[in-house]
């Protein structure tokens, strides 16, 4: 008999986690609470409790060929960053390609997960969920997986406002905007410069009187795409560009990517200078922010000091009057409150997870967390390979080093994030994009061998290592080969093209192209016979004097 397989969430991981399931022989059950798939990406005009909200004019940060799942390519005629709304499209392509959604309970939510008394034997878990009627049911699983989402708890610090219960506008915080009609306008205060702080300002910025973005440390900002307009993303996360980074200094890299982006607006003229080196935490990657600046429509400020009434006054001691509404783009926390409470590791509800996936603390490896993670590139295919990883540990197929050695690596990711990131439960939140993505896939024995395809395979081996490092590249061989992954990175670039190939432009005619080419040859053929002529003469006159 199949062993049966919670997945808590039907978002992005959820998806992806059902598909892993059937892929290993396991039998999936996903129980998610809303009434469809898509998780953060299921636009809802009210934001839900303990759920993800996202505005209306949100666009991913990644590029379609770099956040899609592995084995399964956005159409070619998608744009290159895609809305909510054809994200969703997506997600429903997928899940209808491999029969997903007769796996999924809707609007059913989960009260709890506990171990069984057997457990140490069994590694079976106790599922208690409720319907969309209020019926409560006890299930027996011998594996949960955790596609919950982290971005359901929105962090509000008002405390750290001096005189914030004075203030007679709204306040409100980055999980309840949707759009900017209500502040049509108005004089809007935006505290935050993440994503989501810059996105939600720019699009204020549009229709209020004026929109102020305060900000505590800064940002290096960056558009989604960069030289002869291609995706930022499919440019930069490469191998070869990350082995190189490897090799040179740290403060050289800075300095580098520093005058880069200063070359295309100056930080420091537009207020955006930051206090930290552009290595040492993730950018801001929004292409409409130094415009909005530029214009003057959006305004740059320091950290607020304090609220008197409809005033607001900054750290500098500017001053501005008459504000009438607060957008705290301050973050978010993660909680799973149906999680036994010893997985937690501190009074803030950390979770101390090996690879970020699993608690060492279990005895047998049946429960994983998906998706919890915060990297500089897309969390989807990383997210996949914890996937793929997570069901093979349940069936069977994969083992976990002993726990004294995960909690080892543990301690030492954070460490090293301690620096850029001082709160420990976000410190291990971080990962490197590329090699997060080859350890996971060296457990799973998909890590593609970059000596072995240049070898007997260049044209891909060229591609997957000075390539962007998509992420067709984890279904090239070994457990989960997908036969489409070589024709996949071939055509990567042309699925990069198509959408934008709305408007024919005919090619150069072979006359005109043989008339300039003719035309630039006689021209250096005339230049030649003139040069032939002036050096004799240019030698009879300058040839005998002497050289100093």
């Given at each position: 008999?199949?062993?049966?397989?919670?997945?808590?969430?039907?978002?992005?991981?959820?998806?992806?986690?059902?598909?892993?399931?059937?892929?290993?022989?396991?039998?999936?059950?996903?129980?998610?609470?809303?009434?469809?798939?898509?998780?953060?990406?299921?636009?809802?005009?009210?934001?839900?409790?303990?759920?993800?909200?996202?505005?209306?004019?949100?666009?991913?940060?990644?590029?379609?060929?770099?956040?899609?799942?592995?084995?399964?390519?956005?159409?070619?005629?998608?744009?290159?960053?895609?809305?909510?709304?054809?994200?969703?499209?997506?997600?429903?392509?997928?899940?209808?390609?491999?029969?997903?959604?007769?796996?999924?309970?809707?609007?059913?939510?989960?009260?709890?997960?506990?171990?069984?008394?057997?457990?140490?034997?069994?590694?079976?878990?106790?599922?208690?969920?409720?319907?969309?009627?209020?019926?409560?049911?006890?299930?027996?699983?011998?594996?949960?997986?955790?596609?919950?989402?982290?971005?359901?708890?929105?962090?509000?610090?008002?405390?750290?406002?001096?005189?914030?219960?004075?203030?007679?506008?709204?306040?409100?915080?980055?999980?309840?905007?949707?759009?900017?009609?209500?502040?049509?306008?108005?004089?809007?205060?935006?505290?935050?410069?993440?994503?989501?702080?810059?996105?939600?300002?720019?699009?204020?910025?549009?229709?209020?009187?004026?929109?102020?973005?305060?900000?505590?440390?800064?940002?290096?900002?960056?558009?989604?795409?960069?030289?002869?307009?291609?995706?930022?993303?499919?440019?930069?996360?490469?191998?070869?560009?990350?082995?190189?980074?490897?090799?040179?200094?740290?403060?050289?890299?800075?300095?580098?990517?520093?005058?880069?982006?200063?070359?295309?607006?100056?930080?420091?003229?537009?207020?955006?200078?930051?206090?930290?080196?552009?290595?040492?935490?993730?950018?801001?990657?929004?292409?409409?922010?130094?415009g909005r600046i530029l214009l003057g429509e959006?305004?740059?400020?320091?950290?607020v000091q304090k609220f008197q009434g409809s005033?607001?006054?900054?750290?500098?001691?500017?001053?501005?009057?008459?504000?009438?509404?607060?957008?705290?783009?301050?973050?978010?926390?993660?909680?799973?409150?149906?999680?036994?409470?010893?997985?937690?590791?501190?009074?803030?509800?950390?979770?101390?997870?090996?690879?970020?996936?699993?608690?060492?603390?279990?005895?047998?490896?049946?429960?994983?967390?998906?998706?919890?993670?915060?990297?500089?590139?897309?969390?989807?295919?990383?997210?996949?390979?914890?996937?793929?990883?997570?069901?093979?540990?349940?069936?069977?197929?994969?083992?976990?080093?002993?726990?004294?050695?995960?909690?080892?690596?543990?301690?030492?990711?954070?460490?090293?994030?301690?620096?850029?990131?001082?709160?420990?439960?976000?410190?291990?939140?971080?990962?490197?994009?590329?090699?997060?993505?080859?350890?996971?896939?060296?457990?799973?024995?998909?890590?593609?061998?970059?000596?072995?395809?240049?070898?007997?395979?260049?044209?891909?081996?060229?591609?997957?290592?000075?390539?962007?490092?998509?992420?067709?590249?984890?279904?090239?061989?070994?457990?989960?080969?997908?036969?489409?992954?070589?024709?996949?990175?071939?055509?990567?670039?042309?699925?990069?093209?198509?959408?934008?190939?709305?408007?024919?432009?005919?090619?150069?005619?072979?006359?005109?192209?043989?008339?300039?080419?003719?035309?630039?040859?006689?021209?250096?053929?005339?230049?030649?016979?003139?040069?032939?002529?002036?050096?004799?003469?240019?030698?009879?006159?300058?040839?005998?004097?002497?050289?100093?």
């Open positions: 008999m199949a062993k049966r397989v919670a997945v808590i969430g039907a978002g992005s991981s959820g998806l992806t986690s059902i598909k892993c399931c059937l892929d290993e022989g396991l039998e999936p059950v996903c129980f998610e609470s809303s009434d469809d798939i898509g998780g953060l990406w299921n636009f809802k005009a009210q934001p839900e409790a303990d759920r993800c909200s996202i505005y209306r004019s949100v666009i991913v940060n990644t590029s379609k060929e770099m956040m899609c799942y592995s084995d399964f390519p956005m159409p070619d005629h998608f744009p290159n960053f895609v809305n909510n709304s054809t994200i969703m499209q997506y997600f429903r392509l997928y899940a209808e390609h491999f029969s997903l959604l007769k796996h999924i309970h809707f609007q059913t939510t989960v009260r709890s997960v506990r171990q069984r008394p057997d457990f140490s034997n069994s590694g079976q878990w106790e599922v208690v969920t409720v319907d969309r009627g209020g019926r409560e049911e006890t299930h027996v699983f011998d594996g949960v997986l955790v596609c919950a989402g982290h971005y359901t708890q929105p962090i509000k610090p008002l405390s750290d406002f001096s005189g914030i219960d004075t203030f007679p506008g709204t306040i409100i915080h980055s999980w309840e905007y949707k759009d900017p009609d209500p502040y049509l306008g108005k004089r809007v205060v935006v505290v935050g410069i993440g994503n989501s702080g810059g996105d939600i300002a720019v699009d204020l910025s549009r229709a209020c009187e004026k929109t102020f973005l305060s900000t505590r440390k800064g940002a290096w900002v960056i558009g989604r795409v960069v030289d002869r307009g291609l995706p930022l993303d499919m440019i930069m996360m490469t191998r070869a560009r990350d082995l190189f980074y490897w090799l040179l200094p740290r403060a050289l890299l800075n300095l580098i990517w520093e005058r880069t982006l200063n070359q295309r607006h100056d930080h420091k003229l537009y207020g955006l200078q930051p206090v930290h080196r552009i290595l040492d935490q993730r950018v801001v990657i929004n292409d409409d922010l130094p959006l305004v740059m400020k320091p950290n005033t607001v006054v900054f750290d500098d001691g500017t001053v501005e009057e008459k504000i009438d509404a607060v957008i705290l783009c301050t973050g978010y926390d993660y909680r799973f409150p149906f999680l036994p409470t010893s997985l937690s590791s501190g009074s803030d509800g950390d979770l101390k997870l090996y690879r970020r996936i699993f608690p060492p603390s279990l005895e047998r490896p049946t429960l994983a967390i998906l998706g919890l993670i915060q990297t500089k590139g897309p969390i989807m295919p990383a997210a996949e390979l914890q996937a793929r990883w997570a069901t093979r540990v349940i069936a069977g197929l994969n083992h976990l080093p002993p726990a004294e050695k995960m909690d080892k690596t543990i301690e030492k990711h954070v460490q090293a994030n301690l620096k850029s990131y001082p709160w420990p439960k976000v410190a291990a939140l971080q990962v490197d994009h590329i090699p997060y993505l080859d350890a996971i896939a060296k457990e799973v024995g998909v890590c593609p061998n970059i000596a072995w395809l240049l070898l007997r395979d260049p044209a891909v081996g060229f591609r997957v290592f000075f390539g962007p490092c998509s992420p067709y590249q984890f279904r090239l061989n070994g457990p989960g080969h997908w036969s489409g992954a070589r024709q996949a990175i071939l055509t990567q670039w042309d699925r990069v093209a198509k959408p934008m190939k709305t408007r024919p432009i005919p090619e150069p005619s072979s006359f005109s192209l043989f008339f300039w080419l003719g035309l630039s040859g006689g021209a250096a053929l005339i230049f030649a016979l003139m040069a032939m002529r002036m050096i004799p003469l240019f030698l009879n006159k300058y040839g005998d004097m002497p050289i100093s």
